[in-house]
């Protein structure tokens, strides 16, 4: 698998007219085609069929024989797209129906009027997350894009992104991405994708303020919530495998070249199986879901796009670098001391510019619990200042699994003490929603300036 070094290009890539057309030759190829013909004698006639450039796709393709200016794939899709009344929407709908080879990859637009039971679950700094029913679903169980389902009901999760009314290609851009994994994805199941990674079904949008909604599965809690519910009874054992499945997410996305750019407890989605009462974690907000309404996210000066929340920001982020596939590690990092505290790191500080300075200068969470052989280890190692000396997703997958047989060997007693466990109350200046950190960052980079300079002239004096 060819990989690229440049994400951008790729997302930017995906629907110019360059990509409808790229790899194709303006050839005609003659193929032999078999048709079924029902005659007294059930003997099968054979026709000639030559292929052509398919006016909407440009991809050399057997004709329709509905149309023989366009190819059999588009006219089905034609038939079958509901329009939104918004080109940038149905040009993204129509080219994963058209171009994707994985079915899980394929998405759609569904009419606002098709979900009901529509609840307010949650809220993030780009966005709000709904509970709702889609009735008529056209998703089968295992998750896959299918027509000729009927009288289907569904529950699902419904994205709402702020201050998304004016769509460009930008606001797609969570999606694009979705969609560039399904398409490279180096270890898929049957269905053609990843049980680590969360998957999206399609999207619609608000009637009132037309706001961008993207349409996924529903699940009943993530990672924080896993973590506080029932903290001291979640074993060593399962909280390594939590761990291995976030681990797994993030490789598969990283061999794909793709950079989460906001991991934390929130965005670790946990599949809840009643049936076989076992939890799966689950990798959600690939990318960028932000409003680019609200900032230019095409702006190649990465400092203007940083965001997030704070303790789980890469200290090199926090100064104005670029995100890399360090800094998604240096998040996991974080969320291995939440698993091991049962607490989210620096609940107890403010998160300010100060923070933000200090993390920049080395601070990270205190360790104050056991845990088992080799896993404060690998996390210093995850968090480490230097992101060139943090361990690759594959590195610390194997590692994980070597904790995993010691600690299936050497069980870890969780030993209880008022300095772990979920808080009864947090910080209210203890911000865990993703935002902007540009301004922030700009301020904290002013003061360690002033306070440098301040140094530097009070060693002058007694030189």
Not at 15 to 39: G, M, P, R, W
Not at 94 to 113: D, S
């Amino acid at each position: 698998m060819e990989k690229s070094t440049n994400i951008k290009h790729k997302i930017d890539f995906l629907l110019s007219n360059d990509a409808l057309s790229s790899n194709q030759t303006q050839k005609t190829i003659k193929i032999k085609k078999k048709y079924d013909v029902l005659s007294s004698s059930h003997q099968i006639q054979k026709t000639f069929k030559i292929k052509k450039k398919c006016s909407e796709c440009n991809k050399i393709r057997t004709p329709s024989d509905e149309n023989n200016q366009i190819c059999y794939t588009c006219n089905k899709a034609k038939k079958r797209i509901i329009p939104s009344g918004n080109k940038v929407i149905d040009d993204f709908i129509k080219y994963t129906q058209t171009n994707c080879a994985q079915r899980i990859g394929r998405m759609m637009f569904v009419p606002y009027e098709k979900f009901r039971n529509i609840k307010l679950i949650g809220e993030g700094g780009f966005s709000k997350i709904y509970k709702a029913t889609w009735i008529d679903s056209k998703i089968s169980e295992e998750g896959i894009l299918n027509y000729y389902l009927q009288n289907e009901s569904k529950t699902v999760a419904l994205k709402k992104i702020n201050n998304s009314k004016n769509i460009t290609s930008k606001e797609l851009t969570e999606l694009k991405l979705f969609y560039l994994y399904s398409l490279n994805v180096t270890k898929p199941n049957i269905y053609g994708f990843h049980n680590y990674i969360n998957v999206y079904y399609g999207l619609t949008q608000d009637p009132l303020t037309q706001d961008l909604i993207f349409i996924m599965p529903y699940y009943n809690s993530d990672l924080s919530h896993y973590i506080i519910k029932d903290f001291f009874n979640i074993n060593w054992y399962h909280k390594l495998n939590r761990l291995k499945e976030i681990i797994n997410s993030l490789n598969e996305i990283h061999e794909v070249d793709i950079i989460h750019r906001d991991l934390h407890s929130g965005n670790i989605l946990i599949d809840e199986n009643i049936l076989t009462k076992k939890n799966l974690a689950k990798l959600c907000d690939i990318g960028i879901s932000k409003s680019a309404t609200e900032h230019d996210l095409s702006n190649d000066n990465e400092e203007n796009n940083i965001y997030g929340i704070i303790p789980y920001v890469a200290p090199e982020v926090l100064r104005g670098k670029n995100y890399t596939k360090a800094s998604d590690v240096y998040s996991f990092g974080m969320i291995m001391w939440e698993l091991m505290v049962g607490r989210r790191p620096f609940w107890d500080r403010n998160h300010n510019t100060e923070l933000i300075i200090e993390i920049s200068d080395g601070l990270r969470p205190p360790i104050i619990t056991n845990a088992p052989k080799g896993y404060i280890d690998l996390m210093k190692e995850c968090w480490h200042s230097d992101p060139k000396k943090r361990p690759k997703t594959v590195e610390i997958l194997k590692k994980i699994d070597e904790v995993l047989v010691n600690e299936q060997e050497n069980k870890t007693e969780i030993i209880e003490s008022s300095d772990i466990g979920p808080v009864t109350t947090n910080n209210p200046d203890a911000i865990y929603k993703s935002r902007y950190l540009s301004g922030m960052i700009k301020s904290a980079a002013s003061k360690r300036s002033l306070k440098s300079q301040s140094i530097t002239s009070k060693l002058g004096k007694y030189l």
